[in-house]
């Protein structure tokens, strides 16, 4: 797929995810197959007082590219300062988060509250392709408020009358969040309303959900956030599917064990042991999620505190699967309650 002079090789794109999309987990990403990757989002006022974290949130290694760089605010001067920062650091696409529908960003006119007056996010999008430098702006937006208030065709034809390069459609509106359906045919009509690009996203969780959204909707690309938790593999499996027609399933144990070390390398590597102890837990209980023995894992995970006992559990865990020596105990009452106190963003809107 092209953007502008970029063309990113395939169709797939790695959502932003806060807390996730880390360097670590987008290079993984990357190597196995990820078109384009994005940074978490971050405040467009932190990147002007030059707060630390909010750097740190946005930098990227040149063997990331082509990377996005996503950017949460309100106020079209103070976003298209950030945007002449950002600029500086060259990444490859600079997106507004139209999408977040947390209580604490939309109270403040940010995120998914942009979507309301789709004339100021047209001015704000002008704003950033003024001050880009030729950086393509992109904007990321969801359907609308609620399902009787859904304006995504005006918000796509304002943000592409006032210079995007392309947009991506989260088929879900802001009181939807994240657990209903999504309406992919609304990307459908965003296509068919627009001539920039149109990246589908909402619920991709196998290859073959990609090749549908793509056939049904017809947009341009897909992007995946969810499905890629502890399964980065599925850039590498749909990639698989369209050059040589099948896809190969899932990958042996012992890779799912050598990509998720690798990626505690990179995230040590990145943030020295305490830090990188605190953000890799959630990550090893994704990659081991539907294999058998997870609740004896999620109950061992917690109280570790050094990596190498980390790393050393990641591996006796591996050969106890490998062995068998699980017994097949995925009943649906233990994988219900698993799964919500995992995805926490199911009952939770504070841990994003
Ligand atoms: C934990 C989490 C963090 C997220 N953080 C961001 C973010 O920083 N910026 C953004 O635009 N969307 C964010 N999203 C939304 C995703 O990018 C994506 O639009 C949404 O999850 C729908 O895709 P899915 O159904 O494939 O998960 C986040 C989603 C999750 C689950």
Not at 1 to 6: A, E
Not at 181 to 205: A, T
Not at 214 to 224: R, Y
Not at 305 to 317: G, M, P, R
Request: hydrophobic share 40%.
């Amino acid at each position: 797929m092209k953007i502008g002079n970029l063309d990113i090789g395939n169709k797939l794109f790695l959502a932003p995810m806060a807390e996730i999309t880390d360097s670590s987990f987008r290079r993984i990403c990357k190597e196995l197959g990820a078109g384009l990757t994005f940074t978490q989002m971050v405040s467009a006022a932190g990147v002007i007082k030059n707060d630390f974290e909010t750097l740190r949130n946005l930098s990227f290694h040149k063997s990331e590219k082509p990377i996005g760089i996503q950017i949460l605010g309100k106020d079209p001067d103070i976003i298209s300062d950030a945007v002449k920062e950002i600029s500086q650091l060259n990444p490859d696409l600079i997106d507004l988060n139209c999408g977040c529908p947390v209580a604490k960003v939309t109270s403040y006119s940010m995120g998914a509250a942009l979507l309301d007056d789709p004339k100021t996010l047209g001015q704000i999008v002008n704003s950033m392709v003024k001050a880009s430098g030729g950086i393509p702006i992109s904007v990321k937006v969801r359907l609308g408020r609620n399902f009787k208030k859904i304006n995504v065709i005006e918000v796509a034809k304002s943000v592409e009358e006032n210079g995007a390069a392309l947009i991506f459609i989260h088929a879900r509106t802001r009181e939807e969040k994240y657990d209903a359906e999504p309406h992919w045919e609304w990307i459908k009509y965003v296509k068919e309303s627009i001539k920039i690009p149109v990246v589908g996203n909402g619920s991709l969780f196998h290859p073959e959900d990609v090749e549908r959204m793509l056939k049904e909707t017809q947009c341009d690309s897909a992007m995946i956030a969810r499905g890629a938790l502890g399964n980065p593999f599925i850039f590498r499996r749909y990639n698989m599917l369209v050059e040589n027609g099948y896809d190969p399933g899932e990958p042996e144990i012992d890779e799912v064990r050598d990509v998720l070390l690798k990626q505690v390398s990179y995230l040590e590597e990145e943030y020295g042991e305490i830090r990188c102890i605190d953000k890799v837990k959630k990550n090893i209980i994704w990659y081991f999620m539907k294999y058998p023995g997870i609740d004896f894992l999620v109950d061992k995970i917690f109280s570790l505190q050094n990596i190498s006992s980390l790393k050393s559990l990641v591996t006796e865990h591996t050969e106890k699967i490998k062995n068998n020596y699980y017994e097949l105990n995925l009943n649906n009452d233990l994988h219900t309650k698993f799964k919500r106190r995992i995805l926490f963003w199911l009952d939770n809107e504070k841990a994003i």
